[in-house]
């Protein structure tokens, strides 16, 4: 711009020279450059002491002219010339501030955006801010390259990619972004269309959401792992809202037994049993949350039990009542089974205290009876009176009896060795039984005899016996008069059930067994009596003493086997004998009796009764008898008086005879050893090595039987009195 003539006079150049001021580039400078032409004149006075004659506004400029004292104005042409030249001058410089604030505004935001913006034609980038090149890693330059679309986007996706821009997609997606130093993250897409003049364009926003789809990521894996709880620890998993099922897990569709489109759009109610519904519907209305119970129906309609579990929560931002239930059939199963089995153990500790008790009275009620039956025996052998030879046999009867009452309470108590073990044919025994029994049983009982081939047991025949005579003729009596039938099966069955798990007696498990079942039409028994029924002197009849099925539990017992009991009031009972089965066929054969040699006997007994009794009925028969008090006498007795046998009673005070064989044979003596006793405790006999004892005998015993067990002994034959 040319510097103004200050020096001129007239209007004409005043106007020139303002108006060569006003001929710039820069706005601003232009109009500072007229003013001070003005103010040389004394037109532009800044005090404004000569009065304004020129007044300008354009925006947020404002343009004051005020002439010196003694300065005309100009002319009004001229003033007019300057007015409209100062008026566009300042209109100019206006603009020229704006468009700088907007600059500036512009600049300020693109510096703080948070988002890479570019915008591009057909993919190639004709402009970017300086946030975009700040995420990618490149320069500005870099970035408008032709090829910068397929460096910043990942291999994979940039087909994908591309196609969007084909389609000239306008919203969002997400696309993988690569960085100049070859690190990745992933991306949000915004697109818009735009056009600049007449050619169409692409305004693209970009944001790094790597942190945002982490987030999203772990909330997916926490939902997916929630889900996975639930579907675990729950059974079915419904939401509803206001009582119409929304949303249902996969669970709830194999619970239910329908699809989830079946499920949606229900009330749920109609899954609720009738007996929950009342109580189901007050806890939606009234919108309480916890645990309760109630049942369902299930899959084939099936009423079922479930423990609900309910909390309030939000579905697609709406609020939803979602309930977690759990089958409870499994459960209830195992709390059944559970209180089964603990009234089993305290069953099975009640009776086996009630044995110990039972075995310890029989031992010592035995005792007693060789005193009594023996004395019995020698009055009866010197009496001459027939009275009192009556009264003699009387109480020999009476001490007969008592022994076979305290026989059933060892057999009770299970503590009963098993004598001449052979192959017991179940068939054969059930057919004796009935015709043993033909004029006992009740004339109305029908009875039906079903045998498997090879019922065959290896046991005592007599005790087995005596087991199914008693569980025939209790069958018998529970028909009470009245027309009914009796069935008896044996068969060898294949598998053993889970009902044995609930039997007495020994332990079931997988093997070869016969079971014999008894099964009666008569008034059955309620819960509280079959708990019972196996209790010694419990009994339902109005004479009985309660020790038939206690001896038969022990006998059974003492052949390795169990009873099963199953019973219903009104519709009869059955006893199941589960016995293990042999393949031997062969019966022992009885050993024929011979008279006794007299030898050299050694008693052993705590009890004075006992030792009076052998030693007179010994010495009868010829044989010399020496005795001792206790375990620790005899076997002082034993290096004393060096007998040929030594009958000894197993339990005694100071030292039992199991503890007196071990010492003898640990001290070298060789002697044959009887061991003798009311209660005959087998396990005890059975921690004896193989031939440290030749033979044992049951309390109280018959004069043949004690003198068969001590010439057996002396030949070295093992045998077992009872």
């Known amino acids: 711009m040319p510097a103004p003539d200050l020096d001129a006079e007239t209007d004409g150049d005043l106007a020139a020279v303002v108006l060569a001021a006003l001929d710039g580039e820069e706005p601003g400078a232009c109009l500072e450059a007229a003013v001070r032409a003005l103010r040389y004149r004394g037109l532009a006075n800044p005090d ?82 300086e946030r975009l090149c700040e995420i990618l890693g490149y320069s500005r330059d870099e970035m408008l390259d032709p090829i910068s679309m397929q460096r910043g986007v990942a291999p994979e996706e940039l087909a994908y990619a591309q196609e969007r821009v084909r389609q000239r997609f306008e919203g969002e997606y997400l696309l993988t972004c690569v960085r100049k130093d070859g690190s990745r993250f992933r991306a949000e897409f915004c697109t818009k269309q735009t056009r600049l003049g007449e050619r169409p364009l692409r305004v693209v926003a970009l944001r790094d959401v790597t942190a945002r789809e982490r987030t999203a990521e772990l909330l997916r894996e926490s939902e997916t792992r929630l889900r996975q709880i639930l579907e675990a620890t729950f059974d079915a998993v419904v939401s509803t809202r206001d009582g119409d099922v929304v949303d249902v897990s996969e669970s709830a569709e194999r619970f239910y037994g329908l699809s989830r489109e079946q499920l949606l759009g229900t009330p749920v109610l109609d899954r609720v049993a009738p007996t929950g519904r009342e109580d189901v519907s007050r806890r939606i209305q009234e919108r309480t949350v916890g645990v309760y119970e109630t049942e369902v129906f299930a899959a084939g309609g099936e009423i079922v039990p479930v423990m609900v579990v309910t909390v309030m929560s939000t579905l697609d931002g709406e609020p939803v009542r979602v309930a977690a239930l759990r089958d409870l059939r499994e459960s209830r199963r195992l709390e059944h089974e559970r209180r089964q089995l603990v009234l089993q153990v305290e069953r099975s500790q009640r009776l086996e205290s009630l044995g110990v008790l039972a075995s310890g009275i029989a031992h010592d009620f035995n005792n007693l009876l060789v005193g009594v039956l023996g004395g019995a025996e020698a009055l009866l052998g010197s009496l001459k009176d027939p009275d009192d030879r009556e009264m003699a046999r009387a109480i020999r009867t009476a001490g007969q009896r008592a022994a076979s009452l305290t026989k059933q309470m060892l057999a009770y108590a299970g503590r009963r060795s098993l004598s001449e073990i052979e192959p017991v044919d179940l068939a054969e025994l059930w057919e004796e039984l009935r015709t043993l029994l033909g004029a006992a049983l009740s004339k109305k009982a029908h009875i039906e005899l079903t045998f498997a081939p090879g019922s065959v047991v290896l046991g005592e025949r007599a005790t087995l016996m005596q087991v199914f005579m008693n569980l025939l003729t209790n069958a018998s009596d529970a028909l009470e008069d009245r027309s009914g039938r009796i069935t008896v099966t044996t068969e060898r069955p294949s598998d053993i059930d889970s009902r044995w798990s609930a039997a007495l007696g020994g332990t079931v498990h997988s093997g070869g067994w016969v079971l014999a079942r008894v099964t009666d039409t008569g008034r059955g028994m309620d819960e509280a009596t079959q708990q019972r029924i196996f209790e010694p002197f419990f009994s339902t009849k109005p004479r009985g003493h309660g020790l038939g099925l206690g001896s038969c539990l022990g006998i059974v017992k003492a052949h390795g086997g169990a009873i099963l009991v199953e019973s219903t009031p009104g519709m009869g009972s059955t006893f199941s004998v589960l016995l293990p089965a042999t393949e031997l066929r062969s019966s022992i054969e009885p050993h024929a009796p011979r008279a006794a040699i007299p030898c050299h006997v050694l008693v052993i007994d705590d009890e004075p009764l006992v030792r009076a009794h052998v030693r007179r009925l010994l010495e009868r028969h010829g044989f010399t008898v020496d005795d001792a008090a206790g375990g620790n006498d005899g076997l002082a007795a034993v290096h004393g008086v060096q007998p040929d046998v030594v009958l000894m009673d197993m339990m005694m005070p100071d030292l039992d005879g199991v503890e007196v064989v071990r010492r003898l044979r640990a001290s070298g003596v060789n002697v044959p050893v009887v061991l003798c006793s009311g209660n005959l405790d087998a396990a005890r006999e059975r921690g004896l090595e193989p031939g440290m004892v030749q033979g044992t005998l049951q309390k109280p015993f018959q004069p043949d039987e004690l003198l068969e067990a001590l010439d057996r002994a002396r030949d070295g034959r093992v045998t077992t009195s009872q």
């Open 48 to 129: 404004g002491a000569g009065g304004a004659w020129l007044r300008l506004q354009r925006g947020a400029r404002e343009l004051t002219l005020c002439a010196e004292r003694g300065v005309e104005p100009p002319a009004p042409p001229t003033q007019a010339l300057l007015e409209r030249a100062l008026g566009a001058a300042l209109s100019r410089a206006a603009e020229h501030d704006d468009c700088q604030k907007l600059s500036e505004r512009m600049e300020m935001l693109q510096a703080a955006s948070f988002e890479g913006i570019f915008i591009h034609d057909e993919g190639v980038v004709i402009d970017c801010n």
